[in-house]
């Protein structure tokens, strides 16, 4: 336990300053473990549900309670997640520098430790998912087999970031089914314009391991396209532009949301045209540009009702 910090001070993986770090060892760990020190993954798991429970159109008393519960629901199942894939991935991210710090990996916590952490955060899950209807509950049960395969995905495919846009943007049914009581057809394109935003921002995300990657056999699409990841960014991020414009006409919004649409489309152009896939830190910080881009649009969302 002494060790942790001076360990994780040498990877760029863990956050070596803002609160968590001042936290006792054990419970720091697992806020590690939670990935607390990164919300950034919080948002992005947190935004589709957002844009689809605002789509929806409920009362503000209903949406604001459903943005509630859906937060919370955020901060608990990418914890979980993180946990799930931490447990098939800790032999592996002793492999990468980046991810060689990580409690799992380093031995900070154990299997059995990680195993009760997951099962009291699915437990929490479960009380978040009682308080849904019933259409949502049952696609909150669904989610948590994409949560369970996704780290297989690397081990198999050239393609698990498509497997990480199906897992993340499944707050984008489940939040429109929560606030809705049913699905409609707006959910089809705001969900199929989540999964190519997800494609392309986790392949930027990416490409801070892709060498390390090729070396301990783990599969992507930073790998897969390499030079040519500008021109696979253009077809992901113009056809999620194009498929939110899609949802909203469909959801019957004015002609501002689709005006507003032109705010995060600039942000994703600006990811492209400054992408550097061999500079690690720019790739971060562009990838994490997609928390104002999800902001922006829930405001077209808004602005569009």
Known sequence: MRNALPAQR????????????????????YALL??????????????PGLWSILLAGATPERSAILIALFAIGAIVMRAAGCTVNDLWDRKLDRLVARTASRPLASGAISVPQAIVFLALLLIAGLVILLLLDRTAQILGVASLALVALYPAAKRVTFWPQMMLGFT????????????????????????????????????????????DDAMAGIKSTALKFGARTRTFLMICYGGAIALFAI???????????????????????????????????????????????GLLIALAILLGQ
């Open 10 to 29: 040498r990877f760029t993986d863990i956050r070596n300053t803002g609160w968590v770090t001042r936290l006792p060892p054990r419970i720091r760990n």
């Open 34 to 47: 939670a990935r607390l020190d990164r919300p950034i993954g919080i948002w992005l798991l947190f935004l």
């Open 168 to 211: 993340f943007g499944w707050g984008a049914p489940m939040g429109y089914a929560a606030a809705h009581g049913s699905l409609a057809w707006p959910v089809l394109p705001l969900y199929a314009g989540t999964i190519l935003w997800i494609l392309g921002y986790d392949t930027i995300y990416a490409h801070q391991d892709r060498e």
């Open 247 to 293: 949802a909203f006409i469909l959801a019957g919004l004015n002609e501002l949301a689709l005006m507003m649409l032109i705010l995060p489309a600039m942000l994703l152009g600006w990811q492209i045209v400054r992408l550097d896939i061999n500079n690690p830190a720019r790739c971060l910080a562009l990838f994490k540009l997609n928390r104002d881009v």
